[in-house]
C-alpha cells in the first residue's frame, strides 16, 4: 500500500505537431540530480517539429518527473522519443538526457523512452479528454509506475518480463519484493470475480478507471522511487491533462493526502490488482493472429478490438 501520497502522476510529453517549426532537442546531464534541466550542456541528440510557445519546466527539489517525450515527425508517422525532456522558456532550447530508439505508429508500438522500461512514451498514457465528465469510459491499456521496492528481486533478465525491453539501472538491487509475476513491464488488472460495485467507490471518475483495469489493464513502466502510485497522463501543446482532470471534476487528480474520497478510491483499485502471468510475447502472436476472436493472455475479449489505425 503506497503510504506517501494520495495519488500521483509521471507526465509523458507529447508532442504531435508535424508542421511545427523544427526545433533541435540537446544534451543535458542533469537527469534526477534535482538541478534544472535547462541549459544546453552537449550536442544535439535529435530534432523535430515543436510548437515555439510550448513550455516545459525544469525540475526543482524534489520535482523530477520521468517527463518520457515522444515527438512526431514532419512525415506523420515516426515517433522519437527522449528522456527527461525539458524545455524551461518559450523558443529556448530543448533538452533530454537519453535519446531512445525511434518508433513508427504504424507498428506494434511497444519501445520508447520509459527509461524504468524501455517502453512507449505515447501509447497508454491518460491523454486529453479521457476520464473527464461525459467522456465515457478509457478503452485502452493503461500505464502505471511503482515504487521499485514491490517488484521482484530476481536478478537482470528476471527482473523485467515482455513488453519491458530493461529494467531500472539500480536493479536487482532497488528491487525488494518477493512476487515473481511482478516485474518491470508486468501487465496487471482487476480480476473480472472482483464486482466493482461492491468496492465501495466514492468517486465516479474512480470507478470509471477501475472498469478500465478490469477491462484492459495497466503496464509497469517505470519506477516511482517512493511510496506512492503513478498512473502516466499527458502534457502536450494542447494542454495538460492534471488541470484537465481537476476542471473536469473539482478536485486534484494528485491529492497529498491519502484520506480523501480520491485517494481511497486509487487504494481500492491498485491494492485490489493481479498479474496477467499469462501474458508474453508468444501469447502476444498468438492473439495478434486471432484477428479479434483472443484477448490478453488468450481467452476471450472482454472488449472488441479497436478497429485497424
Not at 500505464?143 to 525491453?165: C, F
Not at 468517486?203 to 472498469?211: F, I, V
Not at 508468444?282 to 490478453?296: L, R
Request: with cysteine; net charge negative.
Amino acid at each position: 500500500k503506497a503510504t506517501s501520497w494520495g495519488m500521483t502522476i509521471d507526465p509523458d510529453i507529447i508532442i504531435l505537431k508535424p508542421n511545427a517549426p523544427q526545433t533541435n532537442v540537446y544534451f543535458n546531464g542533469d537527469g534526477w540530480s534535482h538541478r534544472s534541466r535547462c541549459d544546453i550542456q552537449g550536442g544535439v541528440l535529435y530534432a523535430g517539429p515543436i510548437p515555439t510557445d510550448f513550455i516545459v519546466p525544469g525540475a526543482n527539489g524534489g520535482n523530477t518527473p520521468n517527463n518520457a517525450g515522444a515527438l512526431l515527425q514532419s512525415d506523420g508517422r515516426t515517433i522519437v522519443q527522449g528522456q527527461p525532456f525539458t524545455r524551461c522558456t518559450a523558443g529556448g532550447p530543448a533538452t533530454a538526457l537519453v535519446r531512445f530508439p525511434n518508433a513508427d505508429i504504424y507498428t506494434d508500438g511497444i519501445v520508447g523512452a520509459h527509461g524504468g522500461s524501455g517502453m512507449s512514451s505515447l501509447g497508454g498514457t491518460l491523454r486529453l479528454g479521457e476520464l473527464m465528465k461525459g467522456s465515457g469510459p478509457v478503452r485502452h491499456a493503461l500505464k502505471i509506475n511503482l515504487d521499485s521496492v514491490n517488484y521482484y528481486s530476481g536478478g537482470t533478465p528476471a527482473s523485467y518480463r515482455w513488453p519491458a525491453q530493461k529494467a531500472d539501472g539500480c536493479a536487482p538491487g532497488c528491487y525488494t519484493g518477493n512476487n515473481p509475476a511482478l516485474k518491470m513491464g508486468s501487465l496487471v488488472a482487476l480480476n473480472t470475480s472482483v464486482d466493482l460495485d461492491k468496492l465501495g467507490f466514492e468517486t465516479e471518475p474512480g470507478r470509471s478507471l477501475a472498469w478500465t483495469f478490469q477491462n484492459y489493464g495497466a503496464y509497469i513502466v517505470d519506477s516511482t522511487a517512493w511510496s506512492v502510485y503513478a498512473i502516466e497522463t499527458e502534457q502536450s501543446p494542447d494542454g495538460d491533462y492534471q488541470t484537465q482532470f481537476s476542471q473536469s471534476w473539482g478536485f486534484s487528480l494528485t491529492p497529498s493526502s491519502k484520506d480523501t474520497p480520491w485517494s481511497r478510491d486509487m487504494d481500492r483499485i491498485f491494492l485490489s490488482l493481479s498479474v496477467v502471468d499469462s501474458w508474453n510475447e508468444d501469447i502476444w502472436k498468438q492473439v495478434i493472429a486471432s484477428n479479434g476472436n483472443e484477448g490478453a493472455g488468450g481467452g476471450q475479449p472482454l472488449q472488441p478490438w479497436a478497429p485497424p489505425y
